[in-house]
């Protein structure tokens, strides 16, 4: 664990050390070393206390991710039989790998890069006065932090780090117990060695154009040239010369956008309609909900002398049941109407009858009835001239005045 420890450690400071503003170099290829306090949680079967000691550590980083660290370490425990003091050492060459740097939205809060190792070693144990060496492993994980105050910035990290260290005695530490397994508790430093290395990977030249990419994890920059400012470079710009705003894909070319729906073709798009199922050429605020008006359904003309619905009337009626089931709160009154054929009275009854045929059909495709109010208005409102034929068929119809939501 320890070992695992300190190469994450290692590897973590080198990687956070690339952030440094006043070292760039690739950090990732210098040494480090590591010192940690170590509390450790003892096997209980040596009938002592955990232990307490410190470790000590060295790591060459074999790549951005991973490094090779060898650590010592040397605690000391109180035994419980006459108060004297256990000890042990152990010595592990460990493989550590890290997961990249990881970080917080909140500025107030650190980055941090965590980390696993493990690795065989060897072990030291004094117990009651003897001395026994043994084989070990261990396995652990950690958390790397970069340390680094104002402008202060040397690549040390703070190191945390939780291992488990298995002993192989065959029962020559403990009768009678082959193996015993401790938990080490770990917290310290992990410093680059960048001051005695830097010279074999001297600074970075940085690059002279106007504009440049700084990656904000590894420090790095990058000249690029945008010539359109659609924020993808000209090397990689297959439409260059594109208009200033324009939505571009990852090659520079625009990308199509549709047009915001509007379902119900009142005029407000469906994320701002807050009566998306408004009748078909209502008129609605601007919150897509309908006012007051009169919906005309011209196709809805009736023969001469009669209440029965036309042919046609049928499909138009159905779109108007389904928009009034979308919207519950919408009321109607059905304005019936006749031409100047008949008396006066024969055509009050009949221009009621005919709204009553409409209001009958929209209660029977289910719409509730105290929505619906029927009314005959006579001849008294014509949209065309009686003189003839054809002015008189206009008159013949049902109208839908919209009263309330």
């Known amino acids: 664990m320890r070992k695992l420890f300190r190469g994450g450690v290692c590897a973590a400071a080198l990687l956070w050390a690339n952030q440094a503003a006043a070292v760039h170099v690739d950090d990732y290829r210098i040494p480090y070393v590591t010192s940690t306090f170590n509390y450790e949680i003892s096997d209980g079967v040596r009938h002592s206390g955990n232990g307490l000691g410190f470790q000590f550590g060295a790591?060459?980083?074999l790549g951005e991710q991973s490094a090779l660290e060898l650590s010592v370490y040397d605690l000391a425990r109180r035994r419980d039989a006459d108060g004297g003091t256990d000890?042990?050492?152990g010595v592990f060459p460990n493989f550590v790998y890290d997961f990249g740097l990881w970080g917080f939205d909140e500025s107030y809060l650190p980055n941090f890069k965590p980390f696993v190792l493990g690795g065989p070693g060897f072990i030291n144990e004094s117990v009651l006065g003897g001395h026994h060496s043994v084989l070990g492993v261990d396995g652990g994980a950690g958390v790397l932090i970069p340390l680094h105050v104002g402008k202060w910035n040397w690549g040390w990290s703070v190191r945390t780090e939780v291992d488990a260290v298995a002993s192989f005695s065959h029962g020559a530490v403990v009768p009678g117990e082959s193996a015993l397994v401790d938990y080490h508790l770990m917290l310290g430093l992990q410093i680059p060695l960048t001051p005695l290395f830097q010279h074999r990977h001297p600074p970075a030249q940085q690059p002279d154009c106007a504009v440049a990419v700084v990656d904000?994890?590894?420090?790095r920059r990058d000249c690029v040239v945008d010539t359109d400012g659609d924020g993808v470079p000209d090397s990689r710009d297959q439409c260059p010369g594109t208009p200033p705003g324009t939505?571009?894909?990852a090659v520079g070319c625009p990308v199509a956008v549709e047009p915001p729906k509007d379902t119900d073709?009142?005029?407000?798009?469906d994320n701002s309609d807050k009566c998306p199922d408004t009748p078909k050429g209502a008129k609605v605020d601007a919150s897509g909900c309908a006012i007051p008006q009169l919906l005309g359904l011209p196709v809805i003309r009736f023969a001469s002398d009669s209440a029965s619905l036309p042919p046609g009337a049928a499909h138009d009626l159905d779109e108007m049941a389904i928009s009034l089931e979308g919207q519950p709160a919408i009321r109607l009154v059905l304005e019936g109407h006749a031409d100047t054929s008949g008396g006066e009275n024969h055509n009050r009854d009949l221009s009621r009858r005919r709204a009553d045929a409409v209001r009958q059909y929209l209660i029977?495709?289910?719409?509730?009835p105290a929505r619906l109010t029927a009314q005959g208005f006579n001849g008294l409102r014509p949209i065309a001239s009686n003189d003839h034929p054809e002015g008189r068929a206009q008159n013949r119809r049902v109208e839908?005045?919209?009263v309330g939501q």
């Open 400 to 402: 839908f005045r919209l």
């Open 364 to 368: 029977w495709k289910g719409i509730d």
């Open 216 to 219: 904000p994890v590894t420090g």
């Open 87 to 89: 000890r042990q050492l």
């Open 247 to 249: 939505k571009v894909d």
């Open 265 to 269: 073709g009142d005029g407000v798009v």
């Open 59 to 61: 790591g060459v980083p």
